[in-house]
C-alpha cells in the first residue's frame, strides 16, 4: 500500500508468516510449511511466463482474394488479417482502381493481383488464391459466388447468403459440381460468447428452451447500400438475420411458422424502398416461441434472451464485432461468464482456411444460409399478405 510505514523486508516477512500460518492450518506442520514458503519460484522459469503464447510456424497459409473494398472489407476484414495464423491476402477485387492500389500497398499485395469486376474471372490462373470472399452488395453475392467457384476457388459468402431461396440452391448446385467449398460467413459460430450459448442451449443447462427474444437495431443513414431494395438491402436481410440464426441455433430446429409486420413511414426519405422496422414471430415444432425485432431506425440494440424452465441466458450485447457479455440465470441468482474476446473476421477465415488446407467440412456451409433465406422469403410474404406463413425445407 503507498503509505504503509513497513519497510520492503518487514512486507515480505509478513507475507511469509501468513502463507505458513495458511498452510499449518490445513494441517501442514510449521517446518514443512516453511520449507514450501522457501520454494515459491518468485520468477518465471527460464524468465518466461509459463503460459506465454508462443507463436508456432504454419507450413503454409491459404492465400484470400477479398472481392469488394467497401467499408467491412477496410474497417473489419482487411485488419483482422494481422491476427490470422492460417489466412493472408494475396488479391483484391473492386470496381475503383486507386483505392484497390492504395490497400493493396498497405497490405503487401502486389500490383498484378488486382482485378475489377469484368476481369474478375481471371483469378482462376492465379495459383496465389485459394479462397475468395465476397463483401459486395446482397444482391451480387450470388453471382459472384458462382463465378468465383467455377474459377476454381473456395469462397466464403457474406451474409445474407443471396437475395432469394433460388439464388442460395444455385450457390450449393455450384459449389458441388465443381468440387469447391462454399461457407457462409456467419462470424458469430467462431466466438467464444455464441459458442458458450449454444453449448448450454444443447445441453439444456437451464432446463427446456420455451421462448427466445431477440433485438438487432441501428439507425442507418444514407446513403446506404442497405437502404436500397434493388441490391437486396432492408432490415431484416441484413440486421434481422443475426436474430433468425441466433434462433435456430439456440432452440436447435428449424422454425414451422412466422408472422411478421413490418413498418415503412412515409415521412422519412430513407425509407422509401425498404422498411424501416420489422418485427416477427417464429413457431417451431415442439412449441417454441422466437419473437424479434430489427430497424434501421433506432438507437443501438443488439441482443437476445433464451427463456428455459429454470433459467435464462442472454448475451447483450450479442452480435456486435467485440464486446460482447453474457449472463445466466439458474432462478435464484444472476451470474456472468467471463470469457476470452477473439477477433471475429480472424477466427472465421483461419477456420476457413483450415478447411481448405486440410479438406474439412465447414461450421457454417451453404445450407445454413438457404435455411435462413427461407425464413427471411417467408417473413416477407406474411408482410405482404398480413397472414402467418409456413416454412419447410424445400
Known sequence: MPNDP???????????????????ALGVSAAAAARAADQIPLAPPGEQPPNLDVPQSVSRKAGWAIVGLGQLALGEIMPAFADCKLSKPTALVSGHRQKAEQVAE??????????????????????????????LPNSMHAEFTNRGLRAGKHVLCEKPMAGSTSECQQMIRTAEETGKKL????????????????????????????????????SVQAPNIRLSSKLAGGPVGDVGVYSINAARYCIGSEPIEVMATAHQPRDDPRFREVPESVAFILKYPQGELAHCDCSFGTAESRRFRVHCTDGWIELDPAFGYHGLELRVNDGKREQQWALGQVNHFASEMDHFSDCVLHDKQNRTPGQMGLADQRIIDAIAKSIATGQPVPIGAR
Not at 111 to 127: G, V
Not at 210 to 216: V, W
Open 106 to 135: 498497405v497490405y503487401g499485395v502486389p500490383q498484378e493481383h488486382l482485378y475489377n469486376y469484368e476481369n474478375y474471372d481471371a483469378l482462376a490462373a492465379n495459383d496465389d488464391v485459394d479462397v475468395i470472399y465476397i463483401v
Open 183 to 218: 461457407m457462409i460467413a456467419y462470424r458469430l459460430h467462431y466466438e467464444p460468447f455464441n459458442r458458450k450459448v449454444m453449448e448450454l442451449c444443447e445441453a439444456k443447462t437451464y432446463g427446456e428452451i420455451k421462448t427466445f427474444s431477440s433485438s438487432n437495431c441501428q
Open 6 to 24: 513497513r519497510t520492503s523486508d518487514e512486507i515480505m516477512n509478513e507475507s511469509r508468516r501468513r502463507f505458513v500460518q495458511m498452510l499449518t
